[in-house]
């Protein structure tokens, strides 16, 4: 399985430790010393290359002396580097599975760790597989729109598109605007919850009919949707597009108010699902 495929949303992690998206400075000479370390005679490391030139994608060379192969050795290795950050997982990944006899899985751990990238590669001895195990420190800034998504997905479709949607803002945070449409979305995905739970078409009136319900547990909970609603396009009027008044929210603020918001999500699916 590719990095990509098991780690999707990569660019959504975050570490105050480790490298989590790119690559450190010093990788390019490290690559080099590691590749050069674990390759054992010239016809290894011009295989290693010529992978790495089907990588990139770049002519593989036509050398078969190893003083000749650790000068293209250069060339091929900062061409490598400057693919996307999982391209270059995928080698790593490759190169420990498909020529075991030379590259170490363990080297190569050491080697990540000493780089502060925030992957351990992991070896499955029976499927004979590899698989990319994230260090404790490293979080991601989609995890709680992914693991509310999972609880709706059965529920409401609207609610589980507008959930995708702000999961791709917080994937790709540049700016404000970037914070508040995920709030826009998740505060989106909540209304269309509401709505389809109570079978109105007004989030006030959706509120409404749930309390009147009394089935839906504690009338503080209930109508915590509606009050974080109003707060939200009180506190951030820019909340939607078009308002020309303009606010400000940080990053902590937006996920403060998302597991709020999500946390709502949450609950009124459980009772739902009960």
């Known amino acids: 399985m590719s990095f990509k495929s098991e780690h999707p949303d990569y660019k959504s992690y975050e570490s105050t430790e480790f ?8 990788m390019n000479s490290a690559l080099q010393g590691f590749i050069t370390r674990q390759c054992q005679d010239a016809r290894t490391l011009k295989s290693v290359i010529n992978d790495i030139a089907s990588r990139v994608p770049m002519e593989p060379t036509t050398n078969w002396g190893w003083d000749f192969l650790i000068e293209d050795l250069q060339n091929y290795v900062a061409s490598l580097c400057k693919l996307p950050f999982h391209k270059i997982m995928d080698f790593f990944a490759d190169a420990c599975t498909t020529n075991q006899q030379f590259f170490s899985i363990n080297d190569l751990n050491e080697l990540l760790e000493d780089l502060e990238i925030g992957y351990i590669l992991a070896y499955n001895q029976y499927s004979r597989t ?3 195990d994230l260090r404790d420190s490293v979080s991601s800034r989609t995890e709680v729109v992914e693991a509310t998504a999972q609880d709706v997905k059965d529920i409401c479709t609207q609610t589980l598109d507008h959930l995708m949607q702000a999961k791709e803002h917080l994937a790709n945070t540049a700016n404000d605007r970037d914070r508040k449409d995920a709030i826009r979305d998740c505060l989106s995905a909540m209304e269309s919850m509401l709505k389809t739970l109570s079978g109105k078409s007004d989030i006030k009136d959706a509120t409404s009919e749930l309390r009147l319900t009394k089935s839906w547990g504690p009338d503080i909970i ?3 949707g509606l009050s974080l609603w109003d707060r939200m396009h009180d506190l951030y009027p820019d909340i939607r597009h078009g308002n020309p008044k303009k606010s400000e929210i940080t990053d902590e603020e937006t996920f403060y108010w998302l597991e709020r918001i999500t946390s709502f999500i949450r609950y009124m699916s459980k009772v739902h699902n009960r």
Do not use: A
Request: proline content about 7%.
């Open 19 to 26: 490298y989590v998206s790119d690559l450190p400075s010093k």
């Open 130 to 132: 590899t698989s990319w």
């Open 222 to 224: 209930v109508k915590d």
